[in-house]
């Protein structure tokens, strides 16, 4: 392993820990953490494997470590959530705003499968061998947070409340 190859996975590890933590700076000091992790342990990574997977294994350890240690997350409704979150784009998006919302709101459990495999594009297996999971409970993990992610979604968008009970433009005109 070589500063190069562990350098090119940087923007992913980043986008998965700040997912991750809701944090920018928490998500910094867990790849922090991980990479120091990796470059005392880099003798357990076996050549001609997955670096990523490898990485991304330290990573979620790591993470389920530092949550060990805390207290038990209280899962807030969408009234208890926070107005603004951090690095959330200029002008105030608010569909960004809800999905980070929603993706907090999440099981971890849930949320480690749905990032991998959607933001990161890892496939089932890698994702089973990132997360020592079965690849049932990678399929199943992932089922249930697309759902919860969906009706997340509908709850929080203004956009849609109310919406559903009245005709369309289409609808009227017939």
Known sequence: MNSTQVVDHLPGLRR???VLT?????ADDLVQDTLERACRKWLLWRANTDLRAWLFTVMHNLYLNQRRGMAPAHLLSLDELPGDLPNAPA???DTFLDLERCLQRLPVEQRAVLLLVTVEDMG???VAKV????????????SRARLRMRECMEVASPSTEGT???PTTLQRMK
């Open 22 to 26: 809701g944090d920018a700076w928490a």
């Open 16 to 18: 998965y820990a700040r």
């Open 164 to 166: 559903r009970d009245k």
């Open 131 to 142: 997360l020592q999971v079965p690849l049932g409970t990678v399929m199943s993990r992932l």
């Open 91 to 93: 002008g105030g998006c």
């Open 124 to 126: 089932y297996a890698e």
